[in-house]
């Protein structure tokens, strides 16, 4: 399993200290959040892919641990007989790359004058002054791994899965488990919490033993399956390195919502509005996010904001998204084409051995990967397509849009397939019927709005997309004649 950094394990007893200090620090000055705090669960439902789990999915406040059986479910006569979940990563910490914005805003408000006595916008107290004060507790080598909190999240969702699916998570199968990851070690850790979450349901009070030692074994690393994205070279050529791939996120940076949150956050934080950029101001943002997420506090980064900027920013999280993992060019979703066909892959499987009267040999699949991972895929398979593209300059009118990155991939988001035996079918073909869910809730078919299929008629409707979508052809760039007519 991938670990932090080495030397982190040989700390001298004065830095530790230092650090509680600073955190205490920290809390002494921040509220801790509470379930009725009005401005922290105002801005909650527009973190897009920095949203809480539990944000998304509220009915889990009361209980983590127990599950919500969605009323959709199929029962009765028909019994689940495996399970293939796609899993995005826990709660993380900030990139490097947003640690080090989030330090260079932190100079700037460091550097202001001081003294002057001047007073916020309001009358009240000065924010760009208590931010200047607060610890920026950051560091470079968290750079995105998995915090406790997101162990936690993995844990909580192996819970509530096994005592839902309870046939599927038996003891017995246990080491039947398929476990996929991503390299990175934010998934490989939330896959290993996972499983501990799971020995937890078999073995209260028990310590769950190495991961390594545990009879189903650590999670399988497989880049190609959960980043295919990296190794798609049209994507990467036309979309990941092209300049001008996210033009309306860029636009939209310069336009006049963003303008105004620039101008109002720099008279908030009594700052030159040349110093600022739409970059920083949604680094800020995030913090706020990332602040709530990690150490469950409200700090002043959120008084900083109000619902209208949350809006906006959302909106400018959500474009990136659609244009680089939506539905804002073809090949954003196209290169997901083996992992979709992968999971029907295991359903076939399970289908074949069911009618040989064989065990099924891999009752639940489990991969972990990324909301780049989740986006394309649904994106793929018809999800959360609006009428008319997300662009810099439809803000107004997509108000009221289908593809919100924070209700759909949070932290921990989960995609599951559940393919069922039904008993008493009056043909083979209504012997098997599947479900989607997406974050543990029945997730109607896109062509049909059913809250189930016959399995023969799902994969009738993505009949082009398991039989004629490769990634080779699809991620393959167009050759270029290089012949010369010079002699």
Same mark, same amino acid.
């Given at each position: 399993?991938?670990?932090?950094?080495?030397?982190?394990?040989?700390?001298?007893?004065?830095?530790?200290?230092?650090?509680?200090?600073?955190?205490?620090?920290?809390?002494?000055?921040?509220?801790?959040?509470?379930?009725?705090?009005?401005?922290?669960?105002?801005? %909650?439902?527009?973190?897009?892919?920095?949203?809480?789990? +539990?944000?998304?999915? #509220? *009915? &889990?406040? $009361?209980?983590?641990? /127990?599950?919500?059986?969605?009323?959709?479910?199929?029962?009765?006569?028909?019994?689940?007989?495996?399970?293939?979940?796609?899993?995005?990563?826990?709660?993380?910490?900030?990139?490097?790359?947003?640690?080090?914005?989030?330090?260079?805003?932190?100079?700037?408000?460091?550097?202001?004058?001081?003294?002057?006595?001047?007073?916020?916008?309001?009358?009240?107290?000065?924010?760009?002054?208590?931010?200047?004060?607060?610890?920026?507790?950051?560091?470079?080598?968290?750079?995105?791994?998995?915090?406790?909190?997101?162990?936690?999240?993995?844990?909580?969702?192996?819970?509530?899965?096994?005592?839902?699916?309870?046939?599927?998570?038996?003891?017995?199968?246990?080491?039947?488990?398929?476990?996929?990851?991503?390299?990175?070690?934010?998934?490989?850790? %939330?896959?290993?919490?996972?499983?501990?979450?799971?020995? +937890?349901?078999?073995? #209260? *009070? &028990?310590? $769950?033993?190495?991961? /390594?030692?545990?009879?189903?074994?650590?999670?399988?690393?497989?880049?190609?399956?959960?980043?295919?994205?990296?190794?798609?070279?049209?994507?990467?050529?036309?979309?990941?390195?092209?300049?001008?791939?996210?033009?309306?996120?860029?636009?939209?940076?310069?336009?006049?919502?963003?303008?105004?949150?620039?101008?109002?956050?720099?008279?908030?934080?009594?700052?030159?509005?040349?110093?600022?950029?739409?970059?920083?101001?949604?680094?800020?943002?995030?913090?706020?996010?990332?602040?709530?997420?990690?150490?469950?506090?409200?700090?002043?980064?959120?008084?900083?904001?109000?619902?209208?900027?949350?809006?906006?920013?959302?909106?400018?999280?959500?474009?990136?998204?659609?244009?680089?993992?939506?539905?804002?060019?073809?090949?954003?979703?196209?290169? %997901?084409?083996?992992?979709?066909?992968?999971?029907?892959?295991?359903?076939?499987?399970?289908?074949?051995?069911?009618?040989?009267?064989?065990?099924?040999?891999?009752?639940?699949?489990?991969?972990?990967?990324?909301?780049?991972?989740?986006?394309?895929?649904?994106?793929?398979?018809?999800?959360?397509?609006?009428?008319?593209?997300?662009?810099?300059?439809?803000?107004?009118?997509?108000?009221?849009?289908?593809?919100?990155?924070?209700?759909?991939?949070?932290?921990?988001?989960?995609?599951?397939?559940?393919?069922?035996?039904?008993?008493?079918?009056?043909?083979?073909?209504?012997?098997?019927?599947?479900?989607?869910?997406?974050?543990?809730?029945?997730?109607?078919?896109?062509?049909?709005?059913?809250?189930?299929?016959?399995?023969?008629?799902?994969?009738?409707?993505?009949?082009?997309?398991?039989?004629?979508?490769?990634?080779?052809?699809?991620?393959?760039?167009?050759?270029?004649?290089?012949?010369?007519?010079?002699?």
């Amino acid at each position: 399993m991938l670990r932090g950094p080495p030397r982190l394990l040989k700390v001298s007893v004065a830095p530790v200290a230092a650090l509680a200090v600073a955190l205490l620090s920290s809390l002494s000055r921040c509220s801790l959040l509470e379930p009725d705090d009005p401005a922290a669960s105002a801005l %909650s439902p527009y973190f897009g892919t920095k949203t809480r789990y +539990e944000d998304a999915n #509220p *009915g &889990l406040l $009361p209980d983590p641990e /127990a599950p919500r059986r969605d009323p959709e479910l199929l029962e009765d006569a028909c019994t689940p007989v495996q399970l293939v979940a796609l899993i995005r990563h826990g709660t993380r910490y900030p990139t490097a790359k947003q640690i080090r914005k989030l330090r260079q805003l932190h100079g700037l408000l460091q550097a202001r004058p001081s003294g002057d006595g001047r007073a916020g916008p309001a009358g009240g107290r000065d924010l760009g002054a208590a931010l200047a004060d607060w610890p920026l507790w950051y560091a470079d080598w968290m750079d995105g791994q998995l915090v406790e909190k997101g162990r936690q999240d993995m844990r909580q969702l192996a819970l509530r899965l096994a005592s839902l699916f309870p046939a599927l998570f038996s003891l017995e199968n246990y080491g039947r488990l398929r476990l996929v990851t991503s390299s990175k070690h934010r998934c490989v850790d %939330s896959g290993a919490a996972f499983l501990q979450g799971l020995w +937890e349901h078999y073995h #209260p *009070g &028990l310590p $769950p033993p190495d991961v /390594a030692d545990m009879e189903c074994g650590p999670p399988r690393i497989n880049d190609k399956l959960m980043r295919f994205f990296d190794h798609c070279e049209k994507f990467l050529t036309e979309v990941e390195k092209n300049a001008t791939a996210l033009y309306h996120v860029e636009a939209f940076k310069t336009g006049p919502e963003m303008q105004n949150i620039l101008k109002k956050v720099a008279a908030t934080l009594q700052v030159p509005v040349n110093n600022l950029n739409a970059d920083l101001i949604q680094v800020a943002f995030f913090t706020c996010s990332f602040d709530l997420a990690i150490k469950g506090v409200k700090s002043p980064w959120c008084d900083v904001f109000d619902i209208d900027d949350a809006k906006v920013l959302e909106y400018l999280n959500d474009l990136k998204q659609y244009w680089k993992r939506g539905y804002g060019y073809t090949i954003n979703s196209r290169s %997901s084409c083996t992992l979709f066909q992968d999971i029907f892959q295991h359903l076939d499987k399970a289908i074949e051995q069911k009618q040989r009267s064989q065990p099924v040999s891999s009752p639940v699949v489990l991969q972990f990967g990324h909301a780049e991972t989740l986006l394309p895929l649904l994106s793929l398979m018809g999800y959360f397509k609006d009428k008319e593209p997300l662009t810099a300059y439809n803000y107004k009118e997509q108000m009221h849009r289908k593809f919100r990155s924070g209700h759909i991939v949070p932290y921990a988001s989960n995609l599951m397939f559940v393919l069922y035996h039904c008993k008493n079918a009056k043909t083979p073909k209504e012997e098997f019927r599947v479900q989607m869910l997406l974050n543990e809730k029945v997730l109607p078919l896109a062509h049909s709005q059913e809250t189930a299929s016959l399995y023969e008629d799902l994969k009738e409707h993505y009949r082009d997309l398991l039989q004629s979508c490769r990634a080779s052809d699809e991620c393959e760039l167009p050759k270029v004649n290089n012949t010369s007519d010079e002699l």
